[in-house]
C-alpha cells in the first residue's frame, strides 16, 4: 500500500464542503456511547501470532516463489478446518519492467453463507518483492511479518472462533492477493481490483467491510485514515467506539491520517461496500512525509516488531464487533 498524497490533496476540498455539513468522527465531544455486553469468545492472540510464524517461515510470499504458493496453500487449508465454504480465484498480471507474468490467488472463506446480512472481512497475504524503503540495499526480499502476515494472522484466529462459536450474521473473509506490489512492474492492491469486478458470488454485497493492514506491531496507532473516514465514516465510528469500550484506546485514537491507497480503497469505488482500514500510521501532522512506521518496506519487518497485545486489541474488537451484530440481528 501507499499513501496517496496526490489524490489526498485533490480531494480535500469536497471533504471540506463536507464538514460544513456534518460532523465527523473526529470532532466528537466525550467518552463514546456505552455498548451492550455481549457474550464472545475470547480472541487468543497466542494463536494469532503462530499463525504469523508460520507465514513467516514460509519465506517472503512474493509472486511466482516457492513460499508464495506454500503460504496460499497454508492459508486455505487453515481456513478448511474452520468452514466448507472456501475458494480460490486465481489471475495473472505482467510485471511491465521485467515482462514476467505473475500468478496470484485470492483465497474466500464463507461463514453461514445463507446469510442475506453480511460482513465481509479482509487483509492482503502477499509480501512485497523488495525492501525498497531499505537504502543500503533496497533488492532485499523480506519478511512481511507484519504487512501482510499479522492481517491473516488475526484474521485466522477470527476464523477459529466463528467456527467454534457460529453465529447467525453472515461473515466473509477475503485474503487478497498482490496487494504490495506498486511501483515495482505491477500496479498496487491488484487482488482486490480484481475481486470487485469478478466477485465469487453474482451480485455479492455486505453491510459493510473492514480491512486489517499492519495490525501486529508494537506500539501501533490505529488512525481515521482518509479514506475510510470519506467512505465509512459511520463504521469507523463504529469500530472505534468497540475498541474504546473493551479499554483499547491508545492504540485506537480518534485522529485523521492521511489516504492510503489500499484494498479498501476498491472494495469502496467498485464494489460500492463501505469498507474501513485499519492500519497502523503516525497520525496527519499535515506534511507529505511518510506516515507509515520506520520497519514499512524494510527488512526488520520481521517478528521481532510483532506484539501479541495489539494483536489482542485489533482481534478483540473484530471479534466484540461481529458478536454484537449478530446479537442485535438475533432481536
Known amino acids: 500500500m501507499r499513501n496517496n498524497w496526490a489524490l489526498y490533496l485533490a480531494v480535500i476540498g469536497v471533504i471540506f464542503y463536507q464538514s460544513?455539513?456534518?460532523?465527523?468522527?473526529?470532532?466528537?465531544?466525550?467518552?463514546?456511547?456505552?455498548?451492550?455486553?455481549?457474550?464472545?469468545?475470547?480472541?487468543?492472540?497466542?494463536?494469532?501470532?503462530?499463525?504469523?510464524?508460520?507465514?513467516?517461515?514460509f519465506?517472503?510470499?512474493?509472486?511466482?516463489?516457492?513460499?508464495?504458493?506454500?503460504?496460499?496453500?497454508?492459508?486455505?487449508?487453515?481456513?478448511?478446518?474452520?468452514?466448507?465454504?472456501?475458494?480460490?480465484?486465481?489471475?495473472?498480471?505482467?510485471?511491465?519492467?521485467?515482462?514476467?507474468?505473475?500468478?496470484f490467488q485470492n483465497i474466500i472463506a464463507q461463514f453461514n453463507p445463507q446469510a442475506t446480512r453480511r460482513i465481509l472481512l479482509a487483509a492482503h497475504w502477499d509480501t512485497r518483492l523488495k525492501a525498497d524503503k531499505?537504502?543500503?540495499?533496497?533488492?532485499?526480499p523480506f519478511d512481511g511479518a507484519n504487512d501482510g502476515g499479522s492481517g491473516v494472522g488475526v484474521l485466522l484466529e477470527v476464523a477459529r472462533l466463528l467456527a467454534q462459536s457460529p453465529i447467525p450474521l453472515g461473515v466473509d473473509i477475503i485474503f487478497f492477493d498482490a496487494e504490495d506490489q506498486g511501483n515495482l512492474g505491477l500496479d498496487w492492491c491488484l487482488g482486490s481490483k480484481h475481486w470487485t469486478t469478478n466477485k465469487h458470488q453474482a451480485n455479492y454485497s455486505a453491510y459493510y467491510g473492514i480491512l486489517l493492514d499492519m495490525v501486529g506491531a508494537k506500539n501501533a496507532t490505529f488512525c481515521h485514515e482518509y479514506y475510510s473516514n470519506q467512505y465509512a465514516p459511520k463504521i469507523l465510528e463504529k469500530v472505534w467506539n468497540q475498541a474504546h469500550q473493551l479499554g483499547y484506546s491508545r492504540f485506537f485514537l480518534y485522529q485523521k491520517a492521511g489516504?492510503?491507497?489500499?484494498?479498501?480503497?476498491?472494495?469502496?469505488?467498485?464494489?460500492?461496500?463501505?469498507?474501513?482500514?485499519?492500519?497502523?500510521?503516525?497520525?496527519?501532522?499535515?506534511?507529505?512525509?511518510?506516515?507509515?512506521?520506520?520497519?514499512?518496506?524494510?527488512?526488520?519487518?520481521?517478528?521481532?516488531?510483532?506484539?501479541?497485545?495489539?494483536?489482542?486489541?485489533?482481534?478483540?474488537?473484530?471479534?466484540?464487533?461481529?458478536?454484537?451484530e449478530s446479537a442485535q440481528l438475533a432481536q
Not at 455481549?38 to 513467516?56: C, G, L, M
Not at 509472486?63 to 495473472?92: G, V
Not at 531499505?134 to 532485499?140: I, V, Y
Open 20 to 57: 460544513c455539513d456534518s460532523t465527523t468522527t473526529d470532532e466528537k465531544e466525550g467518552p463514546p456511547p456505552v455498548l451492550v455486553a455481549v457474550e464472545t469468545p475470547t480472541f487468543n492472540a497466542d494463536s494469532a501470532y503462530d499463525y504469523i510464524q508460520a507465514q513467516v517461515d
Open 134 to 140: 531499505f537504502s543500503e540495499n533496497p533488492d532485499l
Open 259 to 324: 489516504a492510503v491507497e489500499d484494498d479498501h480503497y476498491y472494495v469502496n469505488v467498485n464494489a460500492k461496500i463501505p469498507m474501513i482500514d485499519i492500519i497502523d500510521t503516525k497520525p496527519d501532522n499535515g506534511s507529505q512525509e511518510d506516515f507509515f512506521k520506520h520497519f514499512h518496506h524494510r527488512p526488520s519487518d520481521n517478528m521481532e516488531v510483532i506484539d501479541k497485545e495489539t494483536l489482542r486489541a485489533v482481534g478483540s474488537t473484530v471479534v466484540a464487533l461481529l458478536y454484537q
Open 59 to 103: 519465506g517472503p510470499r512474493v509472486p511466482n516463489s516457492a513460499a508464495h504458493d506454500s503460504c496460499a496453500n497454508f492459508i486455505y487449508n487453515k481456513l478448511a478446518e474452520y468452514t466448507n465454504h472456501l475458494s480460490r480465484q486465481e489471475f495473472e498480471a505482467r510485471n511491465s519492467n521485467t515482462g514476467e507474468v505473475y500468478k
